[in-house]
């Protein structure tokens, strides 16, 4: 290789973009390559064993519980796409969806495709009670979501903005002092219980918000491997049915009682709805569980997946600190390459043709999210972070459904995580993760339950 004419000129990596050390004192000296060899005959010495074909797809296999889909899935999505876009699941007797376009075409099937049976496949919502939208469909599913139409109108969400930046200030400070801690624990779940507080009209004290998220992680745990929910995990679903139902009946006092009804939270304008005669008694509590979860467990695990991916690249932490007009780009970006919301199900009412394989009526299909964002026929190179990806009508995200189940509260998620990485990003020093990092087993949902960081002042030099 010509040495550089100008030896005041510093090498720079052409992959990291880092400053090579200086070699200006070392002396330049001629020298061959050492060439490693094998000099043992490997024809000779290699004891030829009898070749035996395994059955036919035995090297692909899916099942959203395994440990290797908990660790990383993405390589089997690709494996479903390219080779069986229309899987079934021999352990779980279910069909999985894994391309794009099947993704969003089942998605706006409302008709063929119905959630009575909730969209996880664990028998999670058996312990919500009734109410719980997303284990509807018209006309219930209609009568419910127009109930909290209102609460996530966006000019509603935007306003809780200051609000949720203070906290996240708070809260990073308080990670500041200590030098770090679990990301997951001291910010992303505070941080989300916070906001949803207010959200669902709950009450939103340190002591609640503590006792919330204790009860969200307990009814989060699951077993690798393992079909079904934990009986603590169940226990903590309806104790949290029986904290709402005090709220909602301390509430129902406090109206009839003359307080103001004109409150834009999820249990005023349930109850409004249900002086109205659109909404049953019976369907409060439910509804307010189910939005109070949903409002809390995949966001917090969008925060640190955010983290996750900074950690990953820390010259994006530089990048995004000199542009931070960019951060809506990342979390769009984060939200398309690992995305909290992996897969949803439904139940077939007639027969169905995708990809020319045959899916019968009542038949439990699973749509993978996660793989659809993956998708090359659709997003180019998909598995290299882009900060510059274009989103459009064709390549519009999975992330959070289509149709009329898509989630109403994408743009709180949105705000979170964009609120939450221009907080982090104010301060100078770099975020990493430091320790061993433990991800929620809850197979719908993928984030971090434990993501232990430290703040390290200099950061990495890529100048």
Not at 196 to 210: F, V
Not at 264 to 278: M, N, Y
Request: hydrophobic residues 40%; contains cysteine.
């Amino acid at each position: 290789m010509k040495q550089n004419e100008d030896s005041t000129q510093p090498q720079v990596c052409p992959y990291s973009g880092a400053v090579l050390p200086s070699s200006a004192n070392t002396p330049q000296t001629e020298a061959k390559p050492i060439v490693m060899r094998m000099d043992a005959d490997t024809e000779e010495t290699t004891v030829k064993a009898p070749i035996v074909e395994p059955p036919e797809g035995s090297n692909i296999f899916y099942d959203p519980l395994s440990y290797a889909i908990y660790d990383h899935p993405y390589d089997v999505y690709k494996q479903l796409r390219d080779k069986a876009p229309v899987y079934f699941s021999p352990r779980l007797g279910v069909y999985v969806l894994s391309r794009y376009e099947d993704v969003m075409a089942a998605f706006k099937n409302h008709e063929h495709m119905v959630s009575k049976f909730g969209n996880d496949i664990d028998g999670t919502h058996d312990s919500y009670g009734k109410g719980n939208l997303v284990a509807q469909d018209p006309p219930r599913h209609t009568a419910l979501r127009q109930a909290v139409r209102r609460v996530f109108a966006l000019r509603e969400i935007l306003a809780k903005e200051d609000g949720m930046r203070l906290v996240a200030k708070e809260l990073l400070n308080d990670m500041k002092k200590n030098g770090g801690g679990d990301f997951a624990t001291e910010f992303a779940l505070p941080l989300a219980f916070a906001t949803t507080t207010r959200l669902i009209g709950l009450p939103g004290s340190k002591e609640d918000i503590n006792w919330l998220v204790d009860h969200l992680s307990r009814s989060m745990v699951r077993t690798v491997g393992e079909l079904g929910v934990p009986e603590d995990a169940s226990t903590s679903n309806f104790e949290a049915e029986e904290y709402i139902h005090s709220v909602v009946q301390k509430r129902m006092d406090e109206l009839a009682a003359g307080a103001d009804a004109n409150v834009s939270d999820v249990i005023t304008q349930v109850l409004a709805s249900v002086e109205k005669g659109k909404v049953d008694d019976d369907e409060v509590v439910g509804l307010a569980h189910l939005i109070y979860s949903a409002s809390t467990d995949a966001p917090s695990a969008l925060l640190t997946n955010c983290v996750a991916v900074l950690d990953k690249f820390p010259h994006l932490q530089v990048f995004l600190r000199e542009n931070p007009s960019m951060i809506t780009n990342f979390i769009e970006e984060v939200l398309r390459y690992d995305t909290p919301g992996q897969n949803v199900s439904r139940q077939t009412t007639a027969e169905l043709v995708f990809q020319g394989v045959t899916i019968p009526a009542n038949s439990r299909v699973m749509l993978l999210q996660g793989s659809a964002n993956r998708d090359e026929r659709v997003f180019e190179n998909p598995d290299e972070f882009d900060l510059t990806r274009d989103f459009s009508k064709q390549t519009k995200l999975a992330s959070f459904g289509d149709g009329i189940h898509a989630c109403m509260g994408a743009p709180l998620a949105r705000l979170m995580a964009r609120l939450a990485v221009e907080v982090i990003l104010e301060q100078s020093d770099e975020i990493r993760i430091v320790g061993f990092p433990e991800r929620w087993v809850k197979q719908l949902v993928r984030g971090f339950s434990k993501l232990p960081i430290k703040f390290v002042a200099g950061g990495t030099n890529f100048a």
